[in-house]
């Protein structure tokens, strides 16, 4: 089973990263586009930009999150891949599980990194910079496994991409309220809320996103 599944992450991986439609790079493009932006909507008052560029990031770290919904778990079941698995013997609750961690190998640390180019074009500081990027490393993964979720939910349904975004945004809502909230209100507990939320997206991810893909086959 381990073997398998190993196999599978590297599959995963390997179609996240380097796969059509952009892989890794296009979510880190966007992310990028919109650090760039900001700046030319707010103006050049570089106080206004630091208190607000973090809640930026947040934001961004969203959007760049749902792009690739519609690569998460439709195109594996269009091709018969779970049939395949469930006659192997592999859950539909383990795969999810790899495709979470591969969703967040894909863009989680490539956002935190690229979060140090947007933290230069934002302008915030050292201890700002430091907040954003422990809020990312425990929020992330909670996106990641939310978006799986999403992306299983609504495989198969007409117009499934755009319904997955607008279903992701009001849900990722706690998150991006306790991300960004704590750098207001000076780090432990919005970090400590932020985790506490992603480990919730965590635990409920497989199972639900499983139940969706077994209602899809049948």
Known sequence: ????????????????????????????????????????????????????GGGVIWVAALLAAILPLDRLIEPDIELG???????????????????VLAHWLSFGPPLMLTSLIAAGLLGLDGATLKTVEIGLLVGTPGLAALGVTVAAITAGLRGGAALGGLLVIPLAVPLLIFGAGSLSTGGEGGLALTGAV???????????????IRASRN
Do not use: H, K, N
Not at 24 to 50: E, I, R, S, Y
Not at 81 to 99: H, K, N
């Open 1 to 52: 089973m381990s073997g398998a599944l190993l196999s599978i992450l590297r599959r995963d991986l390997a179609l996240l990263l380097l796969g059509r439609r952009g892989g890794a790079v296009l979510p880190v493009l966007f992310f990028l586009a919109v650090a760039m932006l900001f700046p030319f909507a707010v103006g050049p008052d570089a106080q206004l930009l630091a208190r607000t």
């Open 81 to 99: 891949f779970f049939d395949q698995w469930a006659l192997r013997g592999i859950s539909e609750e383990w795969i999810v599980a790899m495709r």
């Open 198 to 212: 992603s480990l919730v997206l965590l635990a409920i991810a497989p199972f639900a996103a499983g139940a969706a």
